[in-house]
């Protein structure tokens, strides 16, 4: 079976769900398949549903795809919460089985494959498997690489700095902890022209950076409460390392990693992976940070012959 990307650039209709109180956006399409467990895709920071459109239009005729909306994020509500990785878990632990009825194949980019990973760790009944494709996430014994995280690395100050540039960055972090700095840091990184500038930083191809992806993203940076949601992603403590996660996994776990990917070295990546996890499957694609949505037809083809290996 070849899987195709539809060419249509329509939105996918879809509906809402509520959730403590909240309204959680999120896509259906296709028929459930009684060999198959459905897919569920997760985007990452700043992104929506509509980022895994190329990959519903591509997938749906062979399996039952659900996209959803991480509160905080895309057409999902944003109220001032603490966000962290365990709000997102259980969200996506209680829609697997509030609304989806069944074990799932979490799919995720980025943040959202981190937030995948956390479900498959510690709700494994919950999970058939595991996709994450340049997902975010700490070790122990490094630095997280993701897009919250690479905002913040362009405000901290360098490792080893000398006396001077310490005592600068921490001043540097201590106005940028202050409402008025960072109501204007959220000010600047909303406007269309910055969120083109981050897009050509990290795809690799750039034509697949349309008009119509950069409204995707500007479109919910202006929501009520986009700024509260803003503020708490950004100083949200670190959740749980990857190794740690790693070692509560039971389910198959497929990695599919952009090369390209500047906020974080793929192959290193892989390695840790690989020691806590060897009985992995991954692939090394010609991409950058978001490789569904540069190389759609490639991710399906990918991500469709291995479910259907693991089911």
């Not at 996709?131 to 405000?155: C, H, K, M, Y």
């Amino acid at each position: 079976m070849q899987v195709s990307t539809a060419s249509s650039t329509n939105p996918i209709p879809g509906q809402y769900w509520q959730w403590r109180g909240q309204k959680v956006y999120y896509v259906r399409a296709g028929e459930s398949q009684p060999q198959r467990p459905p897919l569920l895709l997760v985007h990452g920071f700043g992104a929506s549903t509509d980022h895994w459109r190329k990959n519903i239009n591509g997938l749906y005729q062979d399996f039952e795809i659900f996209a959803i909306d991480l509160l905080g994020f895309g057409r999902s509500q944003k109220p001032k919460l603490q966000y962290s990785s365990d709000l997102w878990r259980d969200q996506l632990h209680d829609f697997i089985s509030e609304v989806i009825g069944q074990k799932a194949v979490l799919a995720g980019n980025s943040l959202g494959g981190y937030a995948c990973l956390c479900v498959a760790a510690q709700y494994p009944d919950s999970v058939a498997g595991v996709v994450l494709l340049n997902s975010a996430g700490p070790f122990s014994d490094n630095q997280p690489t993701a897009e919250p995280e690479a905002l913040q690395s362009q405000i901290q100050p360098p490792k080893q700095p000398s006396p001077l540039q310490k005592l600068l960055g921490n001043s540097v972090k201590w106005i940028f902890q202050q409402s008025f700095s960072q109501f204007l840091l959220f000010q600047y990184v909303r406007q269309r022209w910055v969120i083109r500038q981050t897009l050509e930083k990290v795809y690799l191809d750039k034509t697949a950076i349309t008009d119509q992806l950069i409204e995707e993203i500007y479109r919910p940076a202006y929501d009520a409460g986009a700024f509260d949601v803003f503020v708490s992603v950004f100083s949200t403590p670190q959740g749980e390392k990857v190794d740690v996660l790693l070692k509560q996994l039971t389910c198959p776990l497929l990695l599919l990693l952009g090369e390209a990917d500047p906020w974080m070295k793929a192959r290193e990546r892989s390695q840790k992976f690989r020691q806590y996890y060897p009985e992995l499957t991954e692939y090394f694609i010609k991409a950058g940070h978001c490789p569904h949505d540069e190389i759609p037809d490639q991710v399906n083809q990918l991500l469709s012959d291995w479910v259907k290996s693991i089911s």
